[in-house]
């Protein structure tokens, strides 16, 4: 026989209809309330202020300042410069993944 009451009914939180008559246990534990039954010897330490940084305090020397363009890197005993590589690798980075993305594809395209 199947029940025939809504779900409220079923699966709702009975501690709400209480209204007034909330027992002692289920009512709210205010803030600092039980701060008051620890005994002193069991109170957590006051935290250390923190202190005051100043730059006698900072041993790391500052940064090098940021050259325009990085030193490049010759072989040992050779006077050519080395060839220019361009901005960066990126350009050609992304040509070859696309063609060989491209070049999947058509090894594929067949097959279909």
């Known amino acids: ?28 534990v205010l803030p600092g309330s039980l701060m008051q039954l620890i005994s002193t010897p069991m109170l957590p330490p006051a935290e250390a202020p923190y202190p005051v ?3 006698a ?3 790391e020397p500052p940064l090098p300042p940021i050259s325009a363009r990085p030193p ?10 080395p060839p220019p590589n361009g ?17 999947g594809f058509l090894a594929i395209l067949p097959l279909l």
């Open 72 to 81: 490049t890197l010759s072989p040992p005993g050779s006077s050519m410069p």
């Open 1 to 28: 026989m199947p029940l025939k009451l809504p779900t409220s009914e079923i699966a709702g939180n009975k501690c709400l209809s209480l209204g007034r008559k909330i027992p002692n246990y289920m009512t709210p």
């Open 87 to 103: 901005k960066n690798g990126q350009s050609r980075v992304a040509a070859r993944t696309v063609l060989s993305c491209m070049a």
């Open 57 to 59: 305090d900072i041993t």
């Open 53 to 55: 940084l100043t730059e």
